[in-house]
Structures are given as C-alpha cells and as structure tokens.
C-alpha cells in the first residue's frame, strides 16, 4: 500500500477549503527521501477560528469528526476514518519549532493530483524529532541525518518544485 491516495486527497481538501498546512513528521521525511514509513499524515498549521473552521470542513467531506484525543494535554486535532486507514493530525505547536511561519517558508511545494502540499524539510523534522525526544523518534533518528548528508552531497541546499 503507498501513501500517495491519501497524500492527493490532503492536498485536494487543504487546497479545496484554503486551509494553510505544513506536512510534517514520517511523511514529510519520506518525501524528503527519507527511507521511513507511515499511513498517517501530520500537519503543522495555525489554530485560528477560521483555520479550526476549514478544518471542520474537511472533516464533513470526510464523513469523519475532528477529535482531540489528548485533550486537554495536547491541542492535537485528529480526522481518523481506521476503515479507510486515514489519519489526518494537525498540530498548532510541534516541539523545537519556534514558529508556523518559519517551517512554512522553508518548506518545500509539492504537487499531489494537481493540487500543492507544502513539505516542511527534513531539518525541520529532525529538529521537532529532536526535541520531542520519544523512543521512536529517536530510534529513527540516525536514518534522518544521513538522509540530510546524502542529499546535500547530491542536491546541494537548494529547493526545488517536485510533482508526484
């Protein structure tokens, strides 16, 4: 099974119903050529009244209801439909990220089915792995800073525009 179904439809909605979203986490590794794996997709995102808005929005093209699972531990929002194995979580604050606005503008646009999804960088998702500093997240670790090394000997640091 690939990510890449779930990955068009995140960018179909969050382009559908305008709501500005940074894929983070497993995902945003992976697609930084990361060699991890994951079903679930993570979003950074502001938690403003209208962003809270879009996100209900999409959760009713889902057919699925926003949860916060955490709550009141975390101000994580979760869209969870297990019969479609989908899970979208957005996170208003991500541990090490000083700002929304900062992993943004680094992020990379990806298109998925004609719609874009921004991608934070893999310096980013170490530096949130890094300070959340959970077994998993450090078991991975190791993967993700030789990814960084090898793709600045082949890239260079540039961004660059992909389609998938």
């Known amino acids: ?3 890449e179904p779930l990955l068009k439809l995140a960018a ?6 305008r709501l500005d979203a940074v894929l983070i986490g497993n995902a945003a590794a992976a697609l ?11 979003f950074f995102f502001r938690a403003t009244p209208g ?20 709550y009141p531990g975390s101000m994580l929002y979760r869209l969870s439909k297990p019969e479609d194995n989908l899970q979208f ?16 503008a680094r ?3 990806v298109q998925f089915g004609g719609n874009d999804l921004r991608v934070a ?3 980013d998702v170490i530096r949130s792995k890094k300070a959340a500093d ?3 997240d450090r078991a991975i670790m190791p993967t993700l800073k030789r990814t960084v090394k090898e793709r600045q000997a082949f890239y260079g640091k540039k961004k660059r525009r992909r389609s998938a």
């Open 12 to 17: 179909r909605l969050l382009t559908k119903h």
């Open 51 to 70: 962003s809270l808005r879009k996100l209900r929005l999409i959760a009713e093209d889902l057919h699925v209801a926003v949860t916060q699972p955490y």
């Open 32 to 42: 930084n050529g990361a060699p991890v794996t994951t079903m679930d997709l993570d």
């Open 89 to 104: 979580d957005f996170m208003p604050r991500i541990s090490g990220v000083r700002s929304f606005e900062g992993v943004r």
């Open 121 to 123: 960088t893999l310096i």
């Open 107 to 109: 992020a990379t646009v």
């Open 1 to 3: 099974m690939t990510a």
């Open 134 to 136: 959970r077994p998993e």
